[in-house]
């Protein structure tokens, strides 16, 4: 059987000028740590039993209440938006075709949200895709996608004129 012993070449430990003055280049930091934001949850209707739609319908009845209609009637309301079940708040979506609930911040309460509706977020102005993603839950590429696909979309709409003046009204 063959045994494997390492060989030396050199046997100087010494160490140079030039080296210390290389070693003193290296940072010597911990690196920054990756923040891993939770992933969104999907709450899928078809996968959900009829016991569990029973005890949820339970627990929570469906009860009127009022609710804003208009961007008027809620603007003067405290924030975080109490009102989950708006389609501009950020807490949650709902797929208006499956049924299916998708929970934007799974860790964390909806008290918790810095920003908890879509239309505050729109009156802040312009903001970076680093900012969107960290109030919409999404990363950077995919905001970029999106902002794509929605000028692309305008751009069918209404042609050049429209996202020239839409354009020229941001700046």
Known sequence: MLKY?????????????????HDDAVPTGDPKPIVRRSRAKTIAMKR???EELRIGALLYPERSYWRPQARGECANVARPCPYVS????????VNPNTGSIKVNFPDREVWELGNSCALDVAEQGGITLEEVGEILNLTRERIRQVEVRG?????????????????????
Do not use: F
């Not at 708006?86 to 979506?93: E, G, N, R, S, V």
């Not at 305008?154 to 996202?163: I, N, P």
């Open 5 to 21: 012993e390492p060989t030396s070449t050199s046997t100087s430990t010494s160490t140079t000028p030039a080296n210390e003055a």
């Open 48 to 50: 959900l039993t009829k």
């Open 86 to 93: 708006c389609k501009y708040h950020l807490y949650i979506d």
């Open 151 to 171: 000028l692309m979309k305008l751009k069918d709409a209404g042609g050049d004129d429209l996202l020239a003046y839409l354009a020229k009204s941001a700046d």
